[in-house]
């Protein structure tokens, strides 16, 4: 995830993620279709393991939010990827306030380029280094945060802004 910065808070996550995926589920080809949720089973290793899942589920972690082919860009946002051939897997996080994510990567003192993909998890796991306050369907960025925020990322294209607090 791309994040933002928010004033005073000194917090940046940096990098975008693209991340190469074993093999697409969803469509006749293979490939998840716009809409879709995919859940990440294992982000250890060099290919990326998921499964398509319901969203809003405990298990999904990001939702499709536009498939790209030739190698096409996501565009402006905040989106993590999945690139298989030419195809590109533009994702959002599927998640909702009070959710937790895990960020590879992540600290709570600075700069930080995440080596993998945020995923979800209990928020009294170890592994869970931000809380979800604020989700809007708007990608206006820190504005649409509430003022104690730390760190935010936005969405062009579907429009969305989630809001993050650190949670240590």
């Not at 082919?69 to 897997?89: A, F, H, K, P, V």
Request: aromatic share 4%; net charge negative; with cysteine.
């Amino acid at each position: 995830m791309l994040a933002g910065v928010l004033g005073g808070a000194g917090v940046v996550l940096a990098g975008l993620l693209v991340i190469v995926g074993s093999s697409f589920a969803g469509a006749d080809d293979g490939t998840p279709e716009v809409g879709e949720c995919v859940a990440i089973t294992d982000d250890s290793k060099d290919d990326l393991e998921y499964e398509t899942t319901g969203c809003g589920t405990a298990a999904s972690d990001h939702k499709v939010a536009q498939v790209r082919q030739n190698y096409t860009s996501c565009g402006n946002g905040d989106y993590s990827e999945i690139t298989q051939g030419s195809t590109r897997l533009c994702l959002i996080p599927d998640v909702a306030v009070g959710d937790c994510q895990r960020l590879p990567g992540a600290t709570s003192g600075g700069v930080s380029v995440p080596t993998g993909i945020d995923t979800k998890v209990p928020c009294g796991s170890p592994e869970a280094d931000v809380k979800i306050v604020t989700s809007v369907r708007s990608g206006i960025g820190e504005s649409a945060c509430p003022e104690d925020t730390e760190n935010y990322s936005a969405f062009n294209d579907p429009p969305k802004t989630i809001c993050l607090k650190w949670l240590h």
